[in-house]
Nanobody, 123 residues
Framework: QVQLVESGGGTVQAGGSLRLSCTAS?????????MGWYRQAPGKQRELVAT???????TYADAVKGRFTISRDNAKNTVYLQMNSLTPDDTGVYYC????????????????WGEGTLVTVSS
């Protein structure tokens, strides 16, 4: 079984920074193909924020380019999201996503989601 454990959310003033972390845990995990972050603002649909492949390819939503940076520690099966110059529009629940998980006994093709961590940016 695979679990994604997120941390790092909180409340910050506009212009501030936060760093989110997410670790994929489970028996025998040794590689995760894709990890990333999505967010859902109140009353809106969940949207992509940033993703990163195990080889280093990154994708960002236009709204966060130049302000957010996604990175990974493949040895720890952990993905980070450094968020700078935050605005109230960045407020929402941020969800970690992982897909294509290799363990010593199985390959999990499906996507997994964390429970979400709340980010609130005050004006």
């Amino acid at each position: 079984q695979v679990q994604l454990v997120e941390s790092g959310g909180g409340t910050v003033q506009a212009g501030g920074s936060l760093r989110l972390s997410c670790t994929a845990s489970g028996s025998g995990i040794f590689s995760v193909n894709n990890m990333g972050w999505y967010r859902q603002a109140p009353g809106k649909q969940r949207e992509l924020v940033a993703t990163m492949g195990s080889g280093g390819t990154r994708t960002y939503a236009d709204a966060v380019k130049g302000r957010f940076t996604i990175s990974r520690d493949n040895a720890k099966n952990t993905v980070y999201l450094q968020m700078n110059s935050l605005t109230p529009d960045d407020t929402g629940v941020y969800y970690c996503n992982a897909g294509g998980i290799w363990t010593t006994t199985m390959f999990y093709r499906q996507d997994y989601w964390g429970e979400g961590t709340l980010v609130t940016v005050s004006s």
